[in-house]
């Protein structure tokens, strides 16, 4: 195996085994929505999707269309939140134009930074992405791009109904 590879596996394995696990309540923020209102796990609307990413992440770039097409269709409570400090307020209202289905939740004055959140929930890289139950309980927490045939059926397991047919 290649060192890059390999250091991969390892990066990948210890997050897996620090990162917040499935039944644990999920870990609380202060954060704001684009229009400033405060947020925090209690205020989210559940269930729920958390997606952390980064403007620049090219695996975020490559999976947020299809998380997005899920959200519209199911009218799905998606909230992202862009780990890098480098992801201004602007930067973010710019980037999820395009995504209108996800609410982004930014740094908060008095609160936290979108940062802090990142870190609470012991993760390394991004995208991550978390399904909270009605109780705010991790029920899927899933490293790197989110296959979206199993997406589906982790919402399903939380009570997000299938789309109409």
């Known amino acids: 195996m290649k060192p890059a590879k390999a250091l ?34 209690a205020s989210l609307k559940k269930p729920a999707v958390i997606t952390f990413w980064a403007s620049w992440c090219e695996v975020c770039r490559a999976e947020f ?11 799905l409570n998606h909230y992202v939140i862009s780990r890098e400090p480098a992801d201004s307020r602007k930067v973010v209202q710019d980037y999820m134009k395009q995504y209108p289905a996800f609410t982004p939740l930014v740094s908060l004055a008095g609160g936290d930074k979108a940062v ?21 309980k991790i029920a899927w927490a899933h490293p790197g791009a989110v296959n979206v045939d199993e997406f589906k059926k982790q ?4 009570g997000v109904q299938r789309e109409e047919r």
């Open 8 to 41: 991969a596996a390892v990066l990948a394995l210890m997050t897996a085994v620090l990162a917040q696990q499935t039944g644990q309540t999920a870990p609380d923020f202060k954060l704001a929505d684009l229009s400033g209102k405060p947020m925090t796990l």
């Open 65 to 75: 269309p299809g998380l997005h097409a899920v959200a519209k269709e199911k009218k």
């Open 155 to 158: 919402l399903a397991q939380v």
């Open 116 to 136: 802090d959140a990142y870190n609470r929930y012991k993760i390394f890289g991004q995208p991550w992405t978390f399904v909270l139950d009605t109780q705010a």
